[in-house]
């Protein structure tokens, strides 16, 4: 019998939290899932611990552990796509945790409404320092199906934690996320859907915008309950020149993608506004590496960045934004010296 939902858990050197992790997914209201766990050559005991929660629970929900070598996290989200035989497909990253009625608030919640993605909206951060706080994409229960409103989503998708628009919310990290929603496993076959896999960051935020570009219905609720943990020296708070190149493939392919869509022009407005964020970064990486930062030049100047720093006005740029877009367009060795006097101030 087809399970309900499919989640599915990619497992890599996590000992230290893989056990509340599983925990929390098992003791679930919910019980019409399956669960589908990817050791990705985990150095540590996890691919025995996940085996040993296989035995322990295999009986009651269905469970799948695949160990593989290490091919990093999309090759495993990958795997778990291809594996997953549920009618809904969701993803839990193996450091986080989620409460007991989460995926039955999930369901309640959707009802008995075609969509092809469900988005719980809300979710806790909880920091390295203990604290934790609420944060949310969406706080109310909707259906978006007009071109007006599927288009608004993707600017959901686009625009990172600090920028504001004319909606006048906050969008917070977890539009960008895979775990805060549920994708119908019919849709995502259907238009092939998979993590890019030569991508080593940002890959969560070229899944979702395909996602979310190619979808005709998209829910959402205000359903709470995923933990989301930030560690420090995680890849999320790193830099390195495979996370600027990353960035730089994702621009590139939501580029193409809405050259070959008919959207509004406000979605490529609010991928400039992000574009100006990655080329942030890009100086950023130069600036600490200044035995490369004759380099920086040919980042800045790749037609998808090039196009947000010389466009004119933007309208979900901030006034952050616009001083940014002035000093991007001077030479490199001034851009730097900026970055690292505006650092010291900082």
Not at 93 to 122: C, H, R, T
Not at 173 to 195: T, V
Not at 222 to 231: A, I, K, L, P, T
Request: with cysteine; aromatic share 12%.
């Amino acid at each position: 019998m087809q399970p309900k939902l499919s989640v599915i858990i990619p497992v890599y050197n996590v000992e230290k939290y893989i056990q509340q992790c599983l925990d929390s997914v098992y003791s679930q209201t919910f019980r019409d899932f399956e669960v589908i766990i990817i050791d990705d050559g985990s150095p540590d005991n996890c691919g025995k611990i996940c085996d040993e929660y296989a035995e322990k629970y295999g009986d009651e929900i269905k469970t799948k552990v695949i160990h593989k070598e290490n091919g990093g996290l999309c090759r495993a989200r990958n795997d778990g796509i291809d594996a997953a035989q549920g009618e809904w497909i969701t993803f839990v990253d193996s450091d986080d945790w989620i409460e007991p009625d989460y995926y039955e608030a999930m369901f309640k919640a959707l009802g008995n409404q075609e969509v092809d993605i469900f988005v719980a909206g809300e979710c806790y951060i909880n920091e390295p320092d203990g604290k934790q706080k609420i944060s949310y994409t969406f706080d109310t229960s909707k259906l978006y199906k007009t071109p007006e409103e599927l288009d608004y989503m993707l600017v959901k998708v686009l625009l990172d934690e600090k920028k504001r628009t004319k909606y006048g919310k906050k969008f917070l990290c977890a539009s960008q996320a895979p775990w805060d929603k549920i994708y119908r496993a019919e849709f995502i076959n259907k238009i092939s859907l998979k993590y890019l896999t030569s991508l080593s960051a940002n890959e969560d935020v070229l899944f979702n915008f395909i996602a979310f570009g190619h979808a005709k219905c998209i829910g959402t609720g205000s359903v709470r309950g995923y933990h989301y943990r930030q560690v420090e020296g995680s890849i999320v708070h790193s830099l390195s020149i495979k996370k600027v190149e990353s960035k730089i493939t994702v621009l590139e392919a939501e580029i193409d993608f809405l050259n070959n869509n008919d959207r509004n022009p406000l979605v490529k407005s609010a991928l400039n506004a992000r574009a100006i964020t990655y080329a942030g970064t890009v100086v950023g990486y130069f600036a600490q590496n200044p035995s490369d930062a004759e380099k920086m030049d040919n980042y800045l100047k790749k037609p998808c960045l090039a196009e947000a720093i010389y466009e004119g006005k933007n309208p979900y740029e901030t006034i952050k934004d616009r001083i940014k877009k002035i000093i991007l367009r001077l030479p490199s060795s001034v851009i730097i010296k900026i970055y690292m006097l505006y650092s010291k101030i900082k």
